[in-house]
């Protein structure tokens, strides 16, 4: 049945993806803040449709942290699950991410109108500089950053290093961090294709004040707490292999 469920979720989600591709050349057309509004509804379709066909639902811990202005989420990367639901727990926003996922067919056409800041990782100093810049220009024009310091996804249980790039930016542009911690991994594995039923948690925590910070200090206690957070909403026995092979 859990497999059933997966196919029918993915089977809407290939749906909906072609009903936001439709409307590409009208979205692209529109202010950025109306054609986000536009694109968000994929997220909002895609995770209802995975609650009622695969039982996986979610909670959000710590709304009140949310800031009033413009600030720099650092979250954990587990999952494809938080890439969708962050679109609707946080302001109009935009990403840090790969450059590479901008080429993938129908899903990176409607990436690029959310004018992420794209880097090549493999550029060193020059895609530092290009977090720097553009998310900073980001930030000036209202719109949220996401930043998954680990810059990859990680199995639960398991912890990756936290690149500093986000947290530059942070000491440079001077916007407030917010770190955000969940458990999305444990019901939607990384390379897995069926959903595990259950309650996703997603907890944020109280902002980080950057201004006058260095980067080290600031990247320090958002890592502290975002994995001190993860030992507390962490609910899987299984070890982080078991996880992966769910499907």
């Given at each position: 049945m859990l497999g059933l469920r997966a196919t029918l979720f993915y089977t809407g989600m290939v749906l909906f993806t072609l009903m936001e591709v439709a409307l590409l050349p009208i979205t692209m057309l529109l202010p950025y803040r109306l054609r986000y509004r536009v694109i968000v509804q994929w997220a909002r379709a895609t995770l209802w449709w995975l609650e009622l066909t695969c039982g996986l639902g979610f909670r959000v811990e710590g709304r009140e942290h949310i800031p009033e202005g413009t600030a720099i989420v650092?979250?954990?990367?587990?999952?494809?699950?938080?890439?969708?639901?962050?679109?609707?727990?946080?302001?109009?926003?935009?990403?840090?991410?790969?450059?590479?996922?901008?080429?993938?067919?129908?899903?990176g056409w409607g990436l690029a109108l959310t004018r992420p800041v794209a880097i090549d990782r493999k550029?060193?100093?020059?895609?530092?500089?290009?977090?720097?810049?553009?998310?900073?220009?980001?930030?000036?024009?209202?719109?949220?950053?996401?930043?998954?310091?680990?810059?990859?996804?990680?199995?639960?249980?398991?912890?990756?290093?936290?690149?500093?790039?986000?947290?530059?930016?942070?000491?440079?542009?001077g916007y407030p961090v917010v770190p955000v911690a969940h458990n999305a991994g444990e019901f939607w594995p990384k390379q897995g294709f069926i959903k595990r039923p259950g309650v996703i948690t997603l907890a944020i925590g109280p902002i980080i004040e950057t201004r006058g910070r260095k980067a080290s200090v600031i990247m320090q206690e958002a890592e502290a707490w975002i994995e001190g957070k993860m030992a507390e909403i962490t609910t899987s026995d299984l070890p982080p292999a078991a996880l992966e092979k769910t499907d």
């Open positions: 650092f979250a954990k990367h587990q999952s494809a699950w938080e890439t969708i639901a962050m679109q609707m727990i946080f302001p109009v926003q935009t990403w840090v991410l790969k450059r590479e996922l901008l080429f993938i067919p129908l899903f550029a060193g100093k020059k895609a530092l500089k290009q977090v720097i810049e553009q998310g900073t220009r980001r930030l000036s024009e209202g719109l949220w950053l996401i930043i998954f310091p680990e810059g990859t996804r990680v199995a639960p249980g398991e912890r990756g290093k936290y690149a500093v790039g986000g947290a530059l930016l942070a000491e440079k542009s």
